[in-house]
């Protein structure tokens, strides 16, 4: 008789690999198979131990290589046949990672699982660029939001809602649809001239940030070449970035090595 299952859905986090959990890389060492997004970085990849059964189902928008109903059902078969399977995903597995579609599933096929929550590359990205996300006198609230829907749907968003000069508005995917963003957030009251930040691969030495009002955050990306994975931050947040920042510098610099940025 094949012995029960058991995933673990585990936050990867924004790219560095010193900031994985200590459980996550506990559940890395112990898996029998981990099944890894596409913004795993290969850092983290790396510390997966030899003999480990590596499964990708690597997506990219517009190019989704393994549908989510796919993904779902190779989970279940792997659990299935008795294996300790880690569903390891990029930043942290219920902050637009569909993690609870992934759940949802596992509780239909009566499979045991656990979540362990990673760096969410909100946090990720505003900390190694030198921005809070919030800030006493700049910013009372986050509000974290996709910037793109699933199948390619227009985005559905009360832009009033979002756009409150007091908040900081985190936008998760929204490199494709940017000029509309921009464009909705000005109609809907937000100032043209708010502070807004662009970071690609944002916690890892390829770090790319873009600094911008938010009327030519679309054109100041596209200077610099910026491609997906990036994360936008908009608010007044933003322009602490220079005076806190302490990665980009390092990057930049110091020929960026963890030691030393640890040490100075």
């Known amino acids: 008789m094949k012995s029960k299952g058991f ?3 585990v936050g990867a986090g924004p790219g560095d690999a010193e900031l994985l959990t200590i459980k996550a890389l506990r559940l890395l060492q112990q898996a ?6 596409r913004l795993v970085s290969a850092d983290i990849l790396a510390l997966i131990p030899p003999g480990v059964s590596r499964i990708s189902v690597a997506k990219s928008p517009g190019k989704h290589c393994v549908p989510q109903e796919q993904i779902n059902e190779i989970i279940v078969s792997l659990a299935g046949s008795g294996r300790h399977v880690v569903r390891l995903k990029g930043g942290d597995p219920y902050m637009f990672g569909r993690g609870g579609e992934e759940v949802l599933t596992l509780k239909q096929h009566h499979i045991d699982f656990e979540v362990v929550p990673g760096v969410t590359a909100a946090s990720g990205c505003s900390a190694y660029s030198g921005i809070p996300l919030t800030h006493r006198g700049m910013s009372r609230s986050v509000q974290f939001i996709t910037g793109h829907f699933s199948n390619d749907e227009p985005l559905d968003i009360d832009w009033h809602k979002v756009a409150d000069p007091k908040s900081t508005l985190v936008i998760y995917m929204g490199l494709a649809n940017l000029k509309h963003i921009c464009t909705s957030l000005i109609t809907a009251g937000l100032p043209a001239s708010t502070p807004a930040a662009a970071i690609q691969n944002g916690t890892t030495g390829n770090q790319q940030r873009v600094m911008s009002r938010l009327d030519s955050l679309p054109d100041a990306i596209n200077r610099k070449g910026l491609t997906a994975p990036v994360m936008i931050i ?5 322009s602490l970035a220079d005076e806190l ?3 980009q510098y390092a990057l930049e610099e110091c020929s960026y090595d963890k030691n030393s940025v640890a040490h100075n």
């Not at 029998?32 to 997004?37: F, I, N, S």
């Not at 908009?234 to 933003?238: D, F, H, L």
């Open 7 to 9: 995933v673990s859905l």
């Open 32 to 37: 029998d198979v981990v099944v890894y997004d």
């Open 245 to 247: 920042d302490w990665f």
């Open 234 to 238: 908009i608010g007044k947040v933003v």
